[in-house]
Structure formats: structure tokens, C-alpha cells
């Protein structure tokens, strides 16, 4: 993989914040084998609001890893009418972006959009995307989205949101920001540690574990109605929610009964019913995509290893062997295979494992790599890391080949979990 | 769509409010990785492990939730060591501090109205929540211990932080080794 690496082209590119709450900035390292050369032409209408959108779709597509921007050369075509596929061909670029953006006087913008194939001359999508002038982004994002599926097969992630927890010293922010790090909300801020943040499968909430109460307890927190409410404060410590995919109910640690093991519960806090039983730790669960398992690390072996168990309870099967130990196992949307952080020789790495052949691939170049997760596409992994002292958030695609690290203004960044 | 971008706005108006707040916090704590370990009876432990006559009356003042007992505040009694040490990813109790954890209990046995909070902590090696689960595991044993020397289980509550109040923020094995510990904290 570090050969890999070390053949491809490194990137570098700094995304610097244009609004005063966007915290975090962002470098690119490395790029996918084939890039796709894309042109985006400048899209008419207000100045500021089309160069924004402009800016975004183009910061989306090369944070990707998936394309190349290709100088425009001046030509800035608004209608269909108006491209030369010749010019484009001769630029290089194989498909190109052309659209207009106009404000109504409710203060809504439109973006009307079209992606067309340069080799072929033909249109590949066409679409008006309207939203509030303040998310101006969102319409960058979404036309990004539809770029990326449109030229990769495969869906965007550009429009989806992350949640991580940022220590600022003794103080702790529960965040929740776009994908690309704007549009940060600070939806919980204490003096007491954050842990664990997990999305509901409906994206309208969070789990978490705080420690505002003096012990570990799990709460749910609406972001729609700023509304919340305790799941589990039991004695000793309440950790790790993971929500089942209908949304129902979730699986918690709790040591209400000694020590650390794997319960579910409902969202209304009832109907608590334990599913490991054994005198080790259990931790960490995480749902299949069909709901019917769950895999966790333990330690019951000796060592923390990645285990898997039907919901319905019964025995767990060993999923990770060899050296070192692993942690924090999650599926991929798939559920062809899952990752998780492998712990060797005093470095953590972020890795994949293959369900059916059992191979285990490191994407990571190793150090203090914890907590992953993909991306609503699978082509992802977000991931807690470690850079010029701080903690950070950074990605790796599935392939590890694309990497990227986001430093947020101060403080560090910690777990770090994708939503939808 | 529509609902979703309704919402963002809303959230948006929060966010700003927070972000002047991020700002503000930023100005005094701003690329420092700081201990976030502020509770004064951690301090004066720390001192108490690291040498028995730095136990200054200093220290004792300001921690204002310690009882007057002579007993607990002696500085030349194994109660005044509040903090029990474990190697890596192990929570049993080595021998040597089985003596400081056995002082401990017959104290509490003696006092029976005396309250004590056991919070185990750890290294950063391991994820945020198996450390979560291994501090827990090193504080029951503390307190199972207390328990077998005479103390009663409802005198103990036992409390994990996991990693996330390091004594010590560096990312080696002198930093570590003061992490992976159980602090007796009196109520």
C-alpha cells in the first residue's frame, strides 16, 4: 500500500474557509488511478453567489480524489446553445458543467444545471436546484452529487452530513457539519467529556455518551426540536449506542450487571434485554445492514479482537485473528465487508475486512487512527486522527488511495461518525 | 428536501451563537492539547503518588470536599496515597498497591458514613470506548476490594473516564503509565 502510495502524484490542495463558522481546512494526499477531467464553466447570474457554487462543486469533486478540474480557458458558455464541444475536447476535458443561478424576491436561489458528455456532445443531466440564499452550499453540494453519480456510477456523499466531538481544553462541543467541514453547529457544549456520537438511520438525531451527570449515561438528542432525552444511566457505565437500521432500538453497554456487556434497548429507554454473557468486555456494537447481527470488540480470547453475534443473542463468532489487536468494528453500507481499527506494534491503522475471503487490507499509513466509518456510499471511511500535535478528522478511500485530513480552528477533533 | 433545508436554517441560527462561543474559547486554549482533569482531589493525589512530603496543607485546603479527619489527612499515612497504578491493558491490582487499597479499606470500614468515589482511567492505546470499559473494570476491582476488606458496597460508587481525562497528554510510556490508574476520591 505505501508503494502504492508513494507512485501516485500527491495532491495538495488547502480549502480555506470563506465564512467565519466554518472550522474546518482541509488537505488532499494522493489520487485515484484514473481522474476524470471535468471542465466547469462559470455559471452566470449574481457574481458572488455563482462563484460560490462554482467553488463548491469544484472543492467536492477534487476532495474526491475521482477528478481532475480542467482549466476553463475563458470560456464561460451559459446555455446549451452556447458550447463548443470542440473547444472542451480540445482543453481535454471529458465532460463539463454549465449553469445559471437567479435569486427570486422571497430570497430563494435556483441554480438551473446541465452536465454534459463532451466526447459524445450530449447532455447527461439536466436540473434545477433551488433552496434559502443562506444554503447557498447545499446547492453546490447537491449539483456535485449529481456530477459524481453521473460520471462514477456510484451515488455522491457530497450533501450528507458528519458529527465529531471537538476538546477545546477542558471544554467539549458535540458538532454537527457538512460533509466538506462548513455549516458547523455546536449542538452540546460542556465541561464534561463527549463520547461516541451515532446518527439515527433517519438523520434527525444523535446518540452519545456524556458525562454530565459525574459516569458515562447515553442520551438521544433531537436536531430538529432541540429536544433530548437519557437513554440509560444505570450505575457504573452506560456507553456506545448503536442504532438498529428501523430506527427502533439500539444497542448499549452497559455494567449494571458487573461487567462491561451488550444490551438492547428501546428508543423510549424500555425493555432493556441483555445479549452477551461472558466475563470479559464487550463493547462497541454495530448493526448489520439487515439488522440481524451485530459484530463488537471483545476481549473474552485474551485480547481485543472483532466478534459477531446474531441480535437474537447466542454465541459469537470470531471475526479478526493474527497480531496485535483490533477495535471499533462497523459495516459497510453493503455489508460485504466492515471496518475497524487494527492496533500493532504501538501504531493504530485504519482497515477493511473482507466478509467471504477473510482478507484484511490496512489503508492507512498507521499512528493514532481510531474510530472509523463509512460514508452513506461505502467508497469513504472517516476516521479520527493525528497531525501536528492535534487531533483531526480525516478520510481514506476504500481503496486507500485518496486521503484526506480536516484541522479544525483549535482544540482537537474526536469521534468522528458519518450520517446521511 | 424542503423540510431538510428548513431545518438546516434553524440550526444555522444556532450555529452562529455557537460558533462566537467556539471563538471565545479559542482565544484562551487555542492548540494546546491541556489536561481536562480539574478536579482539585486528583491534584493533591497526584501529588500525594508522586512524593508523600509534598503533601502540602496547601494542597489540602483546596480541596474542600475532604473531611476533616485527621486520619485521611495525614501525610504520613498510606491513606494520603489516593491513586492505584496497573500495567497495560490489565485491571488487576499488583501486589504492591495492595497494601494502600487494604489501608483504604479498613478506613472505610471504621467510617462507615464516609463516601468514596473509585474512578478508573487508562492509556490512550485502545478505542475511546473499550478504555471506557477497562476504566470500569479497573475501579469495580479497586472497589471489590475495599469491599473484601471490610468496607460496605453502598460506601463506593465506582466511576470510569476511560481516556478521556489524561493526567498526563504526551504519547509515550512515562505519560501512559500515569494514566492507567484508579483514583480514590472521598465525598
Known amino acids: 500500500m505505501l508503494k502504492i502510495l508513494r507512485g501516485l502524484l500527491a495532491v495538495l490542495v488547502m480549502l480555506q474557509a470563506s465564512t467565519a463558522n466554518a472550522t474546518l481546512s482541509i488537505e488532499i494526499i494522493g489520487a485515484g488511478e484514473h481522474q476524470i477531467p471535468v471542465a466547469i464553466a462559470p ?44 473547444d472542451w475536447r480540445g482543453l481535454g476535458a471529458e465532460a463539463l458543467a454549465i449553469g445559471t443561478v437567479s435569486a427570486s424576491a ?6 438551473r444545471f446541465h452536465l454534459l458528455d463532451v466526447v459524445k456532445q450530449s447532455e447527461l443531466v439536466g436540473q434545477e436546484v433551488s433552496t434559502s440564499n443562506a444554503q447557498i452550499r447545499a446547492i453546490g453540494h447537491r449539483i456535485s452529487d449529481l456530477i459524481y453519480e453521473k460520471l462514477t456510477g456510484d451515488k455522491g456523499v457530497f450533501s450528507t452530513r458528519i458529527a465529531y466531538v471537538n476538546r477545546l481544553g477542558k471544554r467539549f462541543n458535540l458538532v454537527v457539519a457538512d ?30 455518551v456524556s458525562f454530565e451527570t459525574g459516569h458515562a449515561a447515553v442520551y438521544v438528542q433531537s436536531l430538529h426540536i432541540n429536544q433530548r432525552m437519557v437513554l440509560a444511566n444505570f450505575r457504573g457505565s452506560n456507553s456506545a449506542p448503536a442504532w438498529s437500521p ?36 464487550d463493547t462497541e456494537p454495530n448493526f ?38 483490533n477495535f471499533s468494528p462497523r459495516y459497510s453500507p453493503d455489508g460485504k465487508s466492515f471496518v475497524f481499527t487494527h492496533y500493532e506494534a504501538g501504531k493504530f491503522y485504519i482497515t477493511t475486512q473482507d466478509f467471504q475471503t477473510g482478507q484484511m487490507q490496512i489503508l492507512t499509513e498507521g499512528g493514532l487512527e481510531k474510530k472509523p466509518s463509512f460514508a452513506p456510499n461505502g467508497k469513504l471511511i472517516l476516521f479520527a486522527s493525528e497531525a501536528r500535535g492535534h487531533g483531526i478528522l480525516a478520510t481514506v478511500s476504500s481503496d486507500g488511495r485518496v486521503k484526506q485530513h480536516m484541522f479544525t480552528q483549535s482544540g482537537d477533533a474526536r469521534e468522528p461518525v458519518w450520517g446521511q | 428536501m424542503k423540510k431538510h433545508l428548513i431545518t438546516l436554517t434553524l440550526l444555522g441560527l444556532l450555529a452562529a451563537c455557537a460558533s462566537d462561543k467556539s471563538k471565545e474559547a479559542s482565544g484562551t486554549s487555542a492548540l494546546t492539547r491541556a ?16 512524593n508523600v512530603a509534598e503533601h502540602s496543607p496547601e494542597s489540602t485546603a483546596e480541596s474542600s470536599n475532604q473531611p476533616s479527619n485527621d486520619m485521611l489527612n495525614d501525610p504520613n499515612s498510606l491513606l494520603a496515597k489516593r491513586s492505584v497504578y496497573f500495567p497495560f491493558d490489565t485491571s488487576a491490582i499488583q501486589d504492591s498497591d495492595i497494601p494502600l487499597v487494604q489501608a483504604h479499606a479498613k478506613y472505610l470500614a471504621g467510617h462507615g458514613e464516609q463516601k468514596v468515589s473509585v474512578e478508573g482511567n487508562t492509556d490512550e492505546r485502545g478505542s475511546n470506548e473499550y478504555n471506557l470499559a477497562l476504566g470500569q473494570r479497573r475501579a469495580d476491582s479497586v472497589k471489590k476490594m475495599l469491599e473484601l476488606g471490610g468496607a460496605n458496597s453502598g460506601q463506593i460508587s465506582a466511576v470510569s473516564y476511560g481516556e478521556e481525562k489524561p493526567k498526563a497528554t504526551g504519547h509515550d510510556e512515562t505519560s501512559w503509565a500515569q494514566n492507567r490508574r484508579a483514583d480514590l476520591d472521598y465525598k
Open chain 1, 43 to 86: 455559471f452566470g447570474g449574481d457574481e458572488k453567489s455563482a462563484k460560490t457554487i462554482h467553488d463548491v462543486i469544484a472543492g467536492d469533486l477534487l476532495r474526491s480524489g475521482l477528478f481532475r478540474i480542467v482549466d476553463n480557458a475563458g470560456k464561460a458558455p451559459l446555455a446549451l446553445s452556447e458550447v463548443n464541444y470542440q
Open chain 2, 35 to 50: 489536561p481536562v482533569d480539574d478536579r482539585s482531589s486528583s491534584s493533591s493525589s497526584a501529588a500525594n503518588s508522586n
Open chain 1, 288 to 325: 448489520s445492514p439487515d439488522g440481524q447481527n451485530l459484530l463488537f470488540t471483545s476481549d473474552q480470547g485474551g485480547s481485543a479482537q472483532i466478534y459477531r453475534m446474531p441480535i437474537t443473542g447466542g454465541s459469537a463468532q470470531r471475526m479478526t485473528f493474527g497480531e496485535g489487536k
Open chain 1, 246 to 281: 428501523d430506527g427502533k432500538q439500539l444497542a448499549v453497554v452497559l455494567t449494571k450487571d458487573g461487567n462491561s456487556q451488550i444490551y438492547l434497548i428501546r428508543l423510549d429507554g424500555s425493555d432493556v434485554r441483555r445479549l452477551s454473557a461472558n466475563s470479559g468486555i
Open chain 1, 106 to 111: 422571497d430570497g430563494r436561489l435556483t441554480a
Open chain 1, 179 to 208: 460533509s466538506d467541514g462548513y455549516n458547523e453547529q455546536i449542538v452540546l457544549t460542556q465541561n464534561e467529556p463527549i463520547l461516541s456520537p451515532a446518527w439515527s438511520p433517519d438523520g434527525s438525531r444523535l446518540a452519545y
